[in-house]
């Protein structure tokens, strides 16, 4: 029998979510005009139509306060009410400030902690595990987790392996202490890193290792650079593992799981972890077709699409599982 609470004095449970498109869609047939590729082998290869762009001058920040917002509104929040905000991205509005301290000016939050994650895709998942212990140990009540990026500014459209796969999003859970007999809760997270394999997808330049020189420019390493059939492999595997980890942690089987919401970086990718881990499609939770691999995005946007159009109803188990560069990789197991 699962122990309530884990040992810890609280348990924390979602209260609300929100998520933010961009405008502007750049579809297949648009990217066809600009690489050597068609709509055909996009959708095969990947299960995306489109994605979206943010506009020129909205910043990652502005796509964050659209989804926080709503977060907060379902959460029947204020802003004021928040203890903390921490937000995961790769692509932030500058290296410095960190941009979960321009969205708390932008929200009119309190002078509370304010920080990025960075841990790419896995962004979202690691983010919410550093809310949940905050919440669980008592230090704070009411915690934004942000995913928000504007991948298209990273992205090479003379690359056909990249530029076919991603976009900008936000999403945003807020996450709060569960009362002593609320059915929902945070039941497990677990993390991973593989460092050793970290050179299949890279930003090469803007840090310091590389600034920024003509150099850079001239050899195009301002954008992202990617390994694609290795780390597909790497993403079926760590996926499907994380979730098997969250099952076997709590003594649970796929059967009692009413949804799954993966990382949407490749439709072929979701549909092999689902396999793997004998859970079926229809309690799969797809969204990547009109917004393709938005990085930290993916999860709190596809969580937040289900949660709103009634998929995900309050009571059910879940799980939310993650992969990105690193490699990192990650599972949330939680009743909503
Ligand atoms: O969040 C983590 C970020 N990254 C990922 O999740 C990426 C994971 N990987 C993938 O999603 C897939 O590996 C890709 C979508 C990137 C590529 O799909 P694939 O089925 O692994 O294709 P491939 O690399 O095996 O390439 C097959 C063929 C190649 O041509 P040849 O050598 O067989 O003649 C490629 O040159 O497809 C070609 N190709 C394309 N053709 C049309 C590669 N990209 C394209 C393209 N359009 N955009």
Same mark, same amino acid.
């Given at each position: 029998?699962?122990?309530?609470?884990?040992?810890?004095?609280?348990?924390?449970?979602?209260?609300? #979510?929100?998520?933010?498109?961009?405008?502007?869609?750049?579809?297949?047939?648009?990217? +066809?005009?600009?690489?050597?590729?068609?709509?055909?082998?996009?959708?095969?290869?990947?299960?995306?139509?489109?994605?979206?762009?943010?506009?020129?001058?909205? %910043? #990652?920040?502005?796509?964050?306060?659209?989804?926080?917002?709503?977060?907060?509104?379902?959460?029947?929040?204020?802003?004021?009410?928040?203890?903390?905000?921490?937000?995961? #991205? =790769?692509?932030?509005?500058?290296?410095?400030?960190?941009?979960?301290?321009?969205?708390?000016?932008?929200?009119?939050?309190?002078?509370?902690?304010?920080?990025?994650?960075?841990?790419?895709?896995?962004?979202? =998942?690691?983010?919410?595990?550093?809310?949940?212990?905050?919440?669980?140990?008592?230090? %704070?009540?009411?915690?934004? =987790?942000?995913?928000?990026?504007?991948?298209?500014?990273?992205?090479?459209?003379?690359?056909?392996? #990249?530029?076919?796969?991603?976009?900008?999003?936000?999403?945003?859970?807020?996450?709060?202490?569960?009362?002593?007999?609320?059915?929902?809760?945070?039941?497990?997270? $677990?993390?991973?890193?593989? *460092?050793?394999?970290?050179?299949?997808? =890279?930003?090469?330049?803007? *840090?310091?290792?590389?600034?920024?020189?003509? +150099?850079?420019?001239?050899?195009?390493?301002?954008?992202?650079?990617?390994?694609?059939?290795?780390?597909?492999?790497?993403?079926?595997?760590?996926?499907?593992?994380?979730?098997? +980890?969250?099952?076997?942690?709590?003594?649970?089987?796929?059967?009692?799981?009413?949804?799954?919401?993966?990382?949407?970086?490749?439709?072929?990718?979701? +549909?092999?972890?689902?396999? $793997?881990?004998?859970?079926?499609?229809?309690?799969?939770?797809?969204?990547?077709?009109?917004?393709?691999?938005?990085?930290?995005?993916?999860?709190?946007?596809?969580?937040?699409?289900?949660?709103?159009?009634?998929?995900?109803?309050? *009571?059910?188990?879940?799980?939310?599982?993650?992969?990105?560069?690193?490699?990192?990789?990650?599972?949330?197991?939680?009743?909503?």
């Amino acid at each position: 029998m699962k122990k309530k609470n884990n040992g810890f004095i609280y348990c924390s449970k979602i209260l609300g #979510t929100g998520s933010y498109l961009p405008e502007k869609k750049l579809t297949n047939v648009d990217l +066809e005009r600009i690489v050597d590729t068609n709509d055909q082998w996009i959708v095969e290869r990947t299960g995306i139509r489109s994605r979206r762009m943010a506009a020129p001058g909205e %910043y #990652t920040s502005d796509l964050a306060l659209a989804a926080a917002k709503q977060a907060l509104s379902q959460a029947q929040i204020s802003a004021q009410d928040l203890d903390m905000i921490i937000l995961a #991205t =790769v692509s932030p509005d500058q290296v410095m400030p960190n941009t979960a301290c321009v969205l708390q000016k932008k929200l009119g939050a309190r002078d509370i902690m304010a920080v990025d994650v960075s841990a790419a895709c896995t962004g979202f =998942v690691y983010a919410f595990s550093i809310a949940d212990q905050f919440v669980r140990t008592g230090v %704070y009540k009411n915690i934004l =987790v942000v995913g928000a990026e504007v991948l298209h500014q990273y992205v090479n459209y003379k690359d056909r392996e #990249t530029c076919i796969l991603f976009g900008d999003a936000a999403g945003a859970v807020v996450l709060g202490r569960a009362d002593e007999n609320d059915a929902s809760e945070v039941m497990s997270v $677990h993390l991973h890193a593989d *460092g050793e394999i970290s050179d299949l997808f =890279v930003l090469p330049a803007g *840090g310091s290792a590389l600034p920024f020189s003509q +150099e850079v420019l001239d050899q195009e390493l301002q954008y992202v650079k990617m390994k694609g059939r290795e780390i597909f492999k790497h993403a079926v595997r760590t996926m499907a593992n994380s979730c098997e +980890e969250a099952l076997q942690h709590n003594n649970m089987t796929a059967e009692q799981i009413s949804w799954v919401v993966p990382h949407q970086a490749n439709l072929r990718i979701i +549909e092999a972890v689902a396999k $793997h881990c004998s859970i079926p499609m229809e309690k799969v939770v797809v969204e990547i077709e009109e917004m393709g691999n938005t990085s930290a995005a993916t999860v709190p946007v596809a969580l937040d699409k289900a949660v709103r159009d009634g998929r995900i109803q309050r *009571g059910q188990n879940i799980i939310l599982t993650a992969f990105g560069a690193g490699i990192t990789s990650g599972s949330v197991l939680l009743t909503y």
